[in-house]
């Protein structure tokens, strides 16, 4: 099956800083790539949805200033969450989906923990 | 009404145990319906996709009822293995809507 990677898998980080989490399609094409978050023992939340050159569409609730979001290339999409607080962390997933296909793969999920 | 709703359980049963899952949707636009499979700390995978003639894989068995929006999944003779979250998820034709889980523990 297609595989996508998330790097990094976990990061510490401390208040006010910046993250950035890398998502990459490794043997597929994405044309379509979602950004997810999900707090313990609550489901998955899209934030925004990227398509390959053009702007993000973020979801009712997301500021886009905060979580930056770049699908510059086909298989690499980029959330940067900006002057990141506690209230931040969450575990953060992606999925990338090919053109005319339904089917979403999930990266493997990156956990960020803001001190 | 939350647009996907599951029973979050947890459903405790022992090894060899029969048990199901339901999880109704708000969206009657709804396109395609899938239960995903989630361990601790790790990212969904997909289980099986759902349709309204029913869809069997091994031990585990979907269906959808498009009229009363309402989708199962039935898993026979429960492993330990099959100790895990599982999320109902429903595809708008723009997102995957995820339901909160239902989670399962199989014991010995």
């Known amino acids: 099956g297609a595989v996508v990677s998330q790097h990094p898998s976990r990061v510490i980080c401390k208040s006010g800083t910046s993250v950035k989490i890398e998502c990459r399609s490794l043997?597929?094409?994405?044309?379509?790539m979602f950004w997810y978050r999900q707090f313990p023992k609550k489901s998955l939340m899209l934030m925004a949805t990227?398509?390959?050159?053009?702007?993000?569409?973020?979801e009712q609730g997301v500021e886009k200033d905060k979580f930056l979001i770049n699908h510059a290339s086909l298989t690499l999409s980029t959330l940067t969450v900006t002057s990141a607080h506690p209230e931040d962390s969450s575990f953060y997933i992606c999925?990338?989906?090919?053109?005319?296909?339904?089917?979403?793969?999930f990266g493997p999920g990156t956990r960020l923990t803001v001190t | 009404r939350k647009e996907v709703e599951q029973d979050p359980g947890p459903f405790n049963v022992p090894e060899g145990a029969t048990v199901a899952f339901n999880c109704t949707y708000s969206?009657?636009?709804?396109?395609?319906f899938f239960w995903y499979r989630q361990d601790c700390r790790k990212e969904p995978k997909l289980l099986m996709s759902v349709y309204s003639s029913g869809n069997e894989d091994g031990r585990f068995t979907a269906q959808l009822n498009r009229a009363s929006q309402y989708i199962s999944l039935l898993i026979r003779d429960s492993k330990l293995s099959d100790s895990a979250t599982y999320l109902c998820v429903v595809n708008t034709g723009t997102a995957l809507i995820f339901g909160k889980g239902t989670t399962l523990s199989v014991s010995s």
């Open positions: 999925s990338a989906r090919e053109a005319l296909s339904y089917e979403q793969y």
């Open positions: 990227s398509n390959e050159g053009s702007k993000a569409t973020y």
């Open positions: 969206n009657s636009a709804s396109q395609s």
């Open positions: 043997d597929f094409q994405a044309t379509t």
